[in-house]
C-alpha cells in the first residue's frame, strides 16, 4: 500500500489522557482511535495486526478440533438466571439494555451460557462427543476504571473456545491439548519466552484454573515464578498447601509483574447441569456433559505485545503480526530515486510481498522517524546512493542491523 | 470436511416460533441458532456464507478504495447530540445502556458521527482528500418488532462505507462507481437479475437515496419498475414531479414487493459541518468535507439469497456464497464404496476442493434429503453402483441435472 493513500495519519504527541504506553504508542502510530475510555476503534494498520493474530489462533483452534460459530452479544437474561450469573453481585460487569417492551437484556460479556443452551439443539448422545466450539466475538464488560489501553477494554475482542466431553478423562487430555495450542498461539506472535502457565483461582464458579502471564512491568498480576519447571503461581492462590501439591518450593520461585493473556477453566458439570445439556451414554443413561472454556483477548494480546517489545523510538512488531512484511521507504525526492523505488514497489506485490510504501513527500527525518514508530519489522530504503550502487538499505527495525542487497537479492530473500 | 465431525443437526420440522422462510430453513439446516426475535447466532455452515459474501464485498469496496476500519459498537452521546441524533424521537432505534458511573452510552445503530468524529484526526488538507473507509461491524437497532428471521435483526453484521470528498463534482463520481461496484456485489452473490438501482427518500436527514430492491414476495418495500431503463422507484416517492424528473412514465411501470439490500446515501455537508471535519483547500481556506454512506446488511442479504433461490426441499445456494463446493454422499454403507468416498474425499481436499463429506451412518433417504436442504450447489453421489462402473453421480442441486463422471475427470473439473 503506498502511505500517501493511507488514511492515517502518525503524532508526535502522545494523546494526554491516555496513560498507558500500549495504547500511546498505537494512538500515535495510527493503529487505533480512542473513543472513549476502554473503547477502541481499529484502524487500517491496527485491523491488520488483530487480522494476523485472529489467523494464528484459527489456525491452533482449528489444529484440535474447533469448528468456528459466531454468538450473538445480546443476551436474554433468562439463560443466566438459570445458572445464577445475571445479578450484578454475581457478575460485575454487566452493560444491560432494554427492548422496547422495557423488558431487559444484557450485553455478553462472556459466553458460557449461550453457547451451552446452543448445543442442546445439536448434542445427545455420546456419538455427538466431544465437540469443541469456538468463536471471536465482541465482549461488553462494564468496568469500573479502564486505564490500560487495549489491554483491558469495555468492549473488545475475545477468542472463546469451548469443550464438550462424555466424561473427566476425556476432558482432561483436551485440556492439555489446549495449553499445548495456546503456547503455540504465543511463541508465533513473540511472546512465548515470556509467558509462563500460571496455577491460579477459578474465579467465581471453578476452584481452581490456569492462566497464562506474560512478565511485564505494567502487569496488573503478581505471578511466582519456577523456572526450573518453567510454570508459575498466581499471588491469589500462594498458599503452602497448593504448592507442595505443585512440587514447588516457595524459596526458590521468582517474582514478577505479569500480563494475563489467556486462561483455561474445567468447569466440570457447571453450566451443562444448570442448562440440561445431556447425553444418552452407550447404556442410554442420561448423563451431563462435561464442560471447559479457553480464552484469549485479541486486543490484550496486541498491546502485550506492543507493550513488551516498543522501544524508545517506537513499536517493534514480530514479523509474525507486523501489518505489512516490510516499510519501503524513499529516502530522497530525487526523481530517479523516486522512479526506482515505485518500480521496486509494483514488483515486490507483484511477487505476493505485502509491502507499506513511504512515497510521501516529507523530509528523509520524519520518514524514519515515522517508520521506526510504526514498527514494521524489515525496512527497505531507497536512498540517494542507491542507483549509483544498484544495492539498497534492509534496516532490522529490531536491531538496527544494516545489510546492503542488490534488487535481485532482496526480492529472492521475501520470496 | 467430514459432516460426522460437524456439531450441527439437520431437523425435519421449522421451529413454531419462526415465521420467515429464511430463519427456518436456516434453522433446519444447521446455519443459524436463534436467540430471540431479530437476534441469531451463526453455527459453522453460516459463518462459512457470511465469510464468503463478506470477502466479495471486501474486494469490491478495496477496488474502489476502501481502507478496511472497525469502530467500536458503544457509542458516546456527546456525538450524536452534536448532530442532534440522539434522541428516541430523531432515531427510534437507539439501544442504550450505562457505566458503571451511569452516564449513558449508546449502542451504533449506523456510524455517521464515529467516523466523521474519527476522521477529524486524519484528515486537514485538501492532500488528505478523497478517503474511504468501510467496516463490517455488528449493528445495534431497537426494532419494534423483528418477524423477517436474518432479514431485519436487533443485532447484525453490516458493511457500511463512508466517503470523504473535497467537492460535489469528486463526490458524485465515486457514488456512481458505489453504485457500480454494488450491482457487481449483487450479481457475484446470485441476485444481481432481480436486483434494481431504486430511487427512495433520503429518510430523516437527505432528501433522496438510492436504494437496491430484489423483487421478492416477502419484500416489505413495494417498488416501481422501469425495465425498459432497469431501474425503479420506491413507493414512498412515486410523484409525478419525481417520476418526471427521472423520465419515467407511471403507465410504463410494473409494480413489486421488494427487499431493500443495500443504500447509498449523498449526505453533502450533514453531519461533517455539525461535526467540524473541514480541510483546507489550495488557497487555505477552511472547507466542509462532502460526506456519503454506502450499506450492505450481510444477514438481509443472506435471507434475500434465501428467500429467492430455495425451493420446496430446501436452500439452493449460488457457488460463490455456497458454505462448501461440493456435497459428496456416501450413499450406502458397503465397505468398498465407503472406502472409495474416503478416498476420494482426500483426494479432493488435497487438491484444494472444500468438500463437506456426508460419511454418516445413515440411511440414503435422510442423506439426500440432508443434503437437498443443506443447498451446496454441487452433489458428489458414491452409489452402489460407483465401484462397478468407476463413476460417480454428479448432481447439480438447483436444476437437479446429473452427470455421471469417471474420477479423473471429476478431479479436473473442480480444479
Not at 516498543?310 to 517493534?316: A, C, L, M, P, T
Not at 514479523?319 to 505489512?324: D, G, K, L, Q, Y
Not at 510481498?353 to 522517524?369: C, M, P, T
Amino acid at each position: 500500500m503506498r502511505q500517501s493513500q493511507l488514511f492515517t495519519k502518525t503524532r508526535r504527541e502522545a494523546p494526554k489522557d491516555e496513560e498507558a504506553k500500549n495504547a500511546q504508542l498505537l494512538i500515535r502510530a495510527g493503529y487505533i482511535h480512542k473513543e472513549m475510555a476502554g473503547v477502541y476503534d481499529y484502524l487500517p494498520l491496527g485491523l491488520r495486526v488483530i487480522d494476523r493474530i485472529r489467523n494464528i489462533i484459527r489456525e491452533e483452534m482449528n489444529a484440535i478440533g474447533g469448528q468456528e460459530v459466531s454468538l450473538s452479544a445480546l443476551q436474554n437474561p433468562a439463560i443466566w438466571q438459570a445458572t445464577d450469573r445475571w445479578g450484578d453481585d454475581k457478575v460485575d460487569v454487566w452493560f444491560r439494555t432494554r427492548l422496547k417492551n422495557d423488558s431487559e437484556l444484557g450485553l455478553g460479556c462472556t459466553h458460557e451460557e449461550p453457547m451451552v443452551r446452543m448445543m442442546r439443539d445439536h448434542l445427545s448422545s455420546y456419538r455427538d462427543l466431544p465437540r469443541y466450539t469456538y468463536q471471536f466475538q465482541t465482549k461488553f464488560r462494564n468496568e469500573l476504571r479502564a486505564k490500560s489501553g487495549i489491554m483491558r477494554g469495555r468492549e473488545f475482542l475475545m477468542k472463546d473456545l469451548y469443550s464438550f466431553n462424555k466424561d473427566q478423562e476425556e476432558a482432561d487430555a483436551f485440556y492439555e491439548q489446549a495449553i499445548q495450542a495456546y503456547k503455540k498461539v504465543y511463541d508465533r506472535t513473540g511472546i512465548g519466552e515470556h509467558t509462563y502457565l500460571t496455577f491460579a483461582s477459578g474465579g467465581m464458579f471453578s476452584k481452581f484454573s490456569h492462566e497464562f502471564q506474560t512478565v511485564c512491568e505494567v502487569g496488573e498480576d503478581r505471578i511466582y515464578i519456577s523456572d526450573e519447571k518453567r510454570m508459575a503461581v498466581n499471588d491469589e492462590v500462594m498458599e503452602d498447601a497448593i504448592l507442595a501439591n505443585l512440587g514447588l518450593e516457595r524459596g526458590k520461585l521468582r517474582e514478577a509483574k505479569a500480563i494475563e493473556v489467556g486462561n483455561i477453566f474445567k468447569y466440570g458439570t457447571r453450566y451443562t447441569k444448570e442448562l440440561g445439556l445431556t447425553y444418552r451414554d452407550h447404556d442410554g443413561e442420561e448423563q451431563p456433559v462435561i464442560f471447559g472454556a479457553y480464552g484469549i483477548g485479541l486486543g490484550r494480546l496486541m498491546g502485550t505485545i506492543v507493550e513488551l517489545l516498543s522501544d524508545d523510538k517506537g513499536i517493534v512488531w514480530p514479523e509474525t503480526v507486523a501489518p505489512f512484511r516490510a516499510h519501503l521507504v524513499a529516502l530522497v525526492p530525487d526523481p530517479v530515486a523516486v522512479a526506482y523505488a515505485d518500480a521496486l514497489y509494483e514488483e515486490l506485490m507483484a511477487s505476493g510481498v505485502d509491502v507499506l510504501y513511504d512515497d510521501r513527500d516529507l523530509r528523509a527525518g520524519e520518514k524514519l522517524a515515522d517508520s521506526d514508530l510504526i514498527g514494521i519489522p524489515t525496512r527497505i530504503i531507497v536512498g540517494r546512493d542507491t542507483i549509483d550502487s544498484g544495492q539498497v538499505e534492509v534496516v532490522n527495525r529490531k536491531d538496527g542491523e544494516v545489510m546492503r542487497l542488490e534488487r535481485g537479492a532482496l526480492i529472492g530473500a521475501f520470496a
